[in-house]
């Protein structure tokens, strides 16, 4: 936005955890070897561990080089003069004072890369302490809440200091290149739009598919599961833009006024809709990619009745959506990793070729792919060549992302786009609480059911279940 004050300050809280490690500052040190960031910024890691900055700044390369693409020794010593350290607990208040004098009064962004239980204190602190200022900005992590009491209530705790302009709510999926190619592709082409409907589309799938299992996540992942893990954030944002209305503009509150018009939409679940149209999976022992796989119990080391897999499906009721199923799928300990869109289109009304041809034709699909591959397919039917007549065949027109060069992590768009103070990839407060109380209609009425996660085979696609969910409407998963 070009009003918005050139930010000089970028405090990282967390900065020596997981999330700081694996995306944030791999993120920032690409974005600066590509010329990318204010020449103004400095980059003030702060956490409760204490360590000087010549400790962080060993901290970070030691990260960095781990990384296949390696450590430009140039980029580096111009990334390393950005980089300071200051030990703090933020959620107590405790040695702000030391943060503020390193601000100097700059505009700055506060990345809270903490859990968002504390975010509530945190956010306190920054007020109590005059850290936040009109022109400060604050990004949170995911998940904000465990469900929709506890998310109004962190949103309320951060909105007491913050304005809403102020507040970035970031899910790294909007990052990806393909998520964001989404949107050019339905708005910026008048092939797919007269079709992007109930009398084209027969159901829309997306699968977000996890070959490792917990990890090092069990106190957060036992409590939250698959639902509230992956569904209330990733799985809706992807089934948003899939679904939404074409916006007046390409502005952010356009764009997020039309994903909450869908999340409105959404039928809620009750007991009878939730025991046909949901699957809770658990997984247990198994062969993922040629190892052998441990159950989710076992690697615990206790009982649990958290589920490691859902597959649901979900309704729209509009005009345009009215009769579509859209179905959502994710896991851990499948059999591949993969995130991925498909359009299945109808079938179509009458075959002019002959019954010899009837197999050979495929109702036309296109299939977004988003992790591990970038790539745009569609499929359409064609002839085969030579002298048999009118023999068909399928055949996939790709759009594929991939320039060759080095894949960007989504984080780097997302914060250039807060350092640009552009919230379009971002998700608002009302977005979020629509979200949750979606999830906590599907919470509930498992709850009510009281019946244990089905187990499934590490490896596999998940129980069995999750195949009847869409074989009883005669469908089935692209892999099938």
């Not at 954030?233 to 006024?257: F, K, T």
């Not at 509009?318 to 009769?323: D, F, L, P, Q």
Request: glycine share 8%; hydrophobic share 40%; net charge negative.
């Amino acid at each position: 936005m070009s009003d918005a004050p050139v930010i000089e300050r970028l405090v990282i809280f967390g900065a020596t955890g997981d999330l700081a490690a694996r995306m944030l500052l791999p993120s920032l040190y690409f974005l600066d070897a590509d010329g990318l960031l204010p020449p103004e910024l400095k980059i003030i890691g702060s956490a409760r561990s204490e360590m000087s900055s010549e400790a962080f700044a060993e901290h970070v390369h030691g990260i960095l080089k781990k990384r296949s693409e390696g450590v430009d020794a140039a980029a580096w010593a111009k990334f390393k003069k950005r980089l300071t350290y200051c030990p703090a607990d933020v959620a107590k208040g405790e040695h702000l004072k030391d943060i503020e004098a390193l601000i100097d009064g700059k505009p700055t962004i506060f990345y809270l890369a903490l859990s968002p239980s504390i975010y509530g204190a945190v956010c306190a602190s920054l007020g109590k302490s005059g850290l936040a200022k009109p022109d400060s900005r604050i990004v949170l992590e995911k998940p904000l809440g465990h469900d929709l009491e506890t998310s109004k209530t962190i949103n309320a705790d951060v909105a007491a200091v913050f304005d809403e302009t102020q507040v970035f709510r970031i899910d790294h999926y909007l990052g990806k290149e393909t998520v964001q190619n989404l949107i050019a592709l339905r708005f910026a082409n008048t092939l797919f739009e007269p079709l992007w409907n109930n009398l084209a589309i027969d159901h829309v799938q997306i699968t977000i598919a996890e070959t490792e299992g917990v990890g090092d996540r069990w106190h957060y992942y036992d409590e939250y599961g698959a639902l509230r893990d992956m569904v209330q954030n990733h799985m809706l944002q992807l089934l948003c833009l899939v679904a939404m209305e074409p916006p007046g503009d390409a502005g952010a509150d356009s764009i997020r006024d039309e994903k909450v018009k869908v999340l409105k939409a959404l039928r809620r679940f009750d007991r009878s809709t939730a025991s046909h149209y949901s699957v809770r999976g658990q997984y247990r022992a198994g062969v993922v990619e040629g190892h052998q796989a441990p159950s989710y119990v076992e690697e615990k080391g206790s009982d649990s009745t958290t589920e490691t897999f859902v597959a649901l499906r979900a309704d729209i009721d509009n005009w345009r959506w009215a009769g579509v199923p859209f179905y959502l799928r994710t896991g851990k300990r499948l059999p591949e990793r993969r995130t991925q869109i498909v359009i299945q289109f109808k079938a179509l009304p009458h075959l002019i070729f002959g019954e010899r041809e009837r197999d050979d034709v495929t109702a036309n699909r296109l299939v977004i792919d988003l992790q591990p591959d970038e790539d745009i397919s569609l499929l359409l039917m064609n002839r085969r060549p030579g002298l048999s007549g009118n023999r068909l065949q399928a055949l996939p027109l790709s759009l594929s992302l991939d320039d060759g060069g080095r894949r960007r992590i989504a984080y780097e768009r997302l914060v250039l786009d807060v350092l640009a103070g552009n919230p379009a990839l971002f998700v608002r407060r009302d977005e979020v609480e629509m979200a949750w109380a979606w999830i906590d209609a599907v919470a509930d009425t498992w709850a009510d059911n009281g019946a244990p996660p089905k187990p499934y085979a590490a490896g596999s696609w998940g129980p069995a279940g999750a195949f009847a969910l869409l074989e009883r409407t005669g469908r089935t998963w692209l892999d099938e």
